[in-house]
């Protein structure tokens, strides 16, 4: 089977598999301005304690664990949006544990692999590029390659029943595998999200758009804009996954009904 003609039926289903499930789910696009919200709340709350050195650091760990809630929480609506085509409110009270334990040794591998990269690695590259690159140019591209290498990451947290460290390895070979397939689709839908909004996602846990308009007409429309088409650009890639991750371009080629 042509890889043009299996992206372009692929596509066609994922596009209208997810423009049904945001119509049918659309609360969802809503849920940027309850993170914002609730991110709000929690640092006011939690900026009382921060004259003292020893609360700071203790503050810093529950801003942290808020952030991984809020994850788990988007992550989970996700899962029930595309696996199970519906969104309720009890999800949304059941989203804020649902992978906090997994997310947290996640998060906890890669602070290590950072603290290694600065410790060791960057000095050694710096010295080995000197003359070639700069260390913050180096920086950005080492980021850049962390974000292209295990991009799915979210996707395969939600979906995927494996631990931690065997997620961060399935997402790796999941890119190796289905590199064309995965970032055709995400590219385009991230550009039409910079050029429609002049947002750009670099973090692949990003779950949500800041809540930042000024409360004139404009702002408002534009951050709704900007939520909609993020909403469908997370959608979509959760739909774009399972096809990829249960199916090979020669079963696609097989079962061309799937994409009706």
Same mark, same amino acid.
């Given at each position: 089977?042509? #890889?043009?003609?299996? %992206? =372009? &039926?692929? @596509?066609?289903?994922?596009?209208?598999? !997810?423009?049904?499930?945001?119509?049918?789910?659309?609360?969802?696009?809503?849920?940027?301005?309850?993170?914002? !919200?609730?991110?709000?709340?929690?640092?006011?709350?939690? /900026?009382?304690?921060?004259?003292?050195? #020893?609360?700071?650091? $203790?503050?810093?760990?529950?801003?942290? *664990?808020?952030?991984?809630?809020? !994850?788990? @929480? &988007?992550?989970?609506?996700?899962?029930?949006?595309?696996?199970?085509?519906?969104?309720?409110?009890?999800?949304?009270?059941?989203?804020? !544990?649902?992978?906090?334990?997994?997310?947290?040794?996640?998060?906890?591998?890669?602070?290590?692999?950072?603290?290694?990269?600065? *410790?060791?690695?960057?000095?050694?590259? *710096?010295? %080995?590029?000197?003359?070639?690159?700069?260390?913050?140019?180096?920086?950005?591209?080492?980021?850049?390659?962390? %974000?292209?290498?295990?991009?799915?990451?979210?996707?395969?947290?939600?979906?995927?029943?494996?631990?931690?460290?065997?997620?961060?390895?399935?997402?790796?070979?999941?890119?190796?595998?289905?590199?064309?397939?995965?970032?055709?689709? @995400? $590219?385009?839908?991230?550009?039409?999200? &910079?050029?429609?909004?002049?947002?750009?996602?670099?973090?692949?846990?990003?779950? @949500? #758009?800041?809540?930042?308009?000024? =409360?004139?007409?404009?702002?408002?429309?534009?951050?709704?804009?900007?939520?909609?088409?993020?909403?469908?650009?997370? #959608?979509?890639?959760?739909?774009?996954?399972?096809?990829?991750?249960? /199916?090979?371009?020669?079963?696609?080629?097989?079962?061309?009904?799937?994409?009706?």
């Amino acid at each position: 089977m042509n #890889i043009f003609t299996d %992206l =372009f &039926y692929m @596509n066609k289903s994922a596009f209208k598999k !997810t423009s049904k499930l945001l119509v049918k789910n659309w609360p969802i696009i809503f849920t940027g301005f309850v993170y914002s !919200t609730l991110s709000l709340i929690v640092g006011l709350v939690l /900026s009382v304690f921060l004259g003292n050195f #020893i609360l700071r650091f $203790v503050v810093g760990i529950l801003l942290f *664990a808020a952030t991984i809630a809020l !994850t788990s @929480n &988007y992550l989970y609506l996700l899962y029930n949006v595309v696996k199970n085509e519906r969104l309720t409110f009890q999800d949304f009270k059941d989203g804020f !544990t649902a992978y906090m334990r997994k997310l947290w040794t996640i998060f906890f591998i890669g602070w290590v692999a950072e603290l290694v990269y600065s *410790a060791i690695l960057a000095p050694l590259l *710096a010295g %080995l590029l000197s003359g070639v690159l700069d260390t913050r140019l180096l920086n950005i591209i080492v980021s850049l390659l962390v %974000l292209i290498l295990i991009n799915p990451l979210p996707e395969t947290v939600y979906q995927k029943h494996y631990q931690p460290a065997d997620s961060i390895k399935y997402a790796f070979d999941f890119v190796k595998e289905n590199w064309i397939e995965w970032f055709i689709p @995400n $590219v385009i839908l991230f550009g039409i999200l &910079y050029l429609s909004t002049g947002v750009i996602i670099s973090d692949f846990f990003t779950f @949500n #758009i800041g809540f930042s308009f000024n =409360f004139s007409p404009m702002s408002i429309l534009m951050y709704l804009l900007a939520q909609i088409i993020f909403s469908f650009t997370m #959608i979509y890639r959760g739909v774009l996954f399972e096809i990829l991750s249960t /199916s090979t371009r020669r079963k696609r080629m097989f079962m061309r009904n799937m994409y009706k």
